[in-house]
């Protein structure tokens, strides 16, 4: 009986230690190593790739923002403010219908298949309501009515797929060099700057492709608009 009580004493305290040992070094060294290695080599991924202007945070470069009017009475959605660079659609975003103490977006896609409310693989003119055909067709009339300029009419095939497709998550940072070219024009108009000097910072913002080979070239929107905000200031 003596031996079994010992026996238990002993295994309870091995446990014990092992479990102290353990939890510092999981619970504390562990994390404080990585956290200490994260802020000295990565702090700007580790700390959210935030992204300031005029001493504060303005967002971050890993999530896209909508650049909107201020919604006015009797309209369904805002209207695009047209003095900046604008993103790709988010039509799979949700809104917050469980907890509505706080103001959140819901990320995702559509769900709709690439031939929804098309006819024989292609988009009719006049497609069903809530399909996809019906999306990207009133988003390119929508971006073309938007970035013709006087003098410089927008055409449905000057228009980059990104420009009327959303992506999976809904908050793509990015667009492509293509979709940043077509708006140099009405930026530049909007904001009294010159073609040229809009397009410098486009091509200044534009990533080319990871490694030379991984995903596409791409233009970070955000950043973009905050250099446009900057260049804007100083006319």
């Keep these: 009986m003596n031996n079994s009580l010992a026996n238990t004493a002993r295994l309870f305290g091995a446990g014990l230690r092992a479990l102290l040992v353990l939890s510092v070094l999981t619970g504390v060294l562990y994390p404080l190593a990585v ?3 994260a802020q000295s080599l990565f702090r700007g991924a580790a700390n ?6 005029d001493g504060r945070t303005v967002g971050s470069s890993l999530i896209g923002q909508s650049y909107d009017l ?9 209207r695009p403010d047209l003095k900046w660079f604008q993103g790709r659609p988010a039509n799979g975003l949700g809104t917050n219908s469980v907890n509505t103490q706080y103001h959140l977006l819901l990320s995702g896609a559509t769900n709709l298949a690439a031939d929804s409310g098309a006819v024989r693989g292609r988009c009719p003119a006049a497609p069903t309501e809530g399909t996809l055909c ?3 067709l009133a988003a390119r009339a929508a971006v073309a009515r938007d970035n013709s300029v006087p003098g410089h009419p927008v055409t449905p095939a000057d228009i980059p797929p990104d420009a009327v497709t959303s992506s999976g998550s809904g908050l793509d940072p990015d ?4 979709y940043a070219l077509l708006q140099v024009r009405r930026v530049a108009e909007h904001n009294g700057l010159s073609v040229a000097e809009v397009r410098r910072l486009v091509d200044a913002h534009t990533e080319r492709r990871t490694l030379g080979f991984i995903g596409e070239p791409r233009v970070n929107v955000l ?4 250099a446009l905000r900057e260049e804007a200031a100083r006319h």
């Excluded at 667009?175 to 293509?178: D, Q």
């Excluded at 950043?223 to 905050?226: I, K, P």
């Design 134 to 136: 019906a999306q990207v």
């Design 223 to 226: 950043e973009l608009n905050v």
């Design 35 to 37: 956290t200490g290695v």
């Design 70 to 78: 201020p919604l006015k009475k009797g309209e369904d959605a805002p």
């Design 48 to 53: 959210g790739s935030e992204v300031r202007a």
């Design 175 to 178: 667009i492509s060099p293509g």
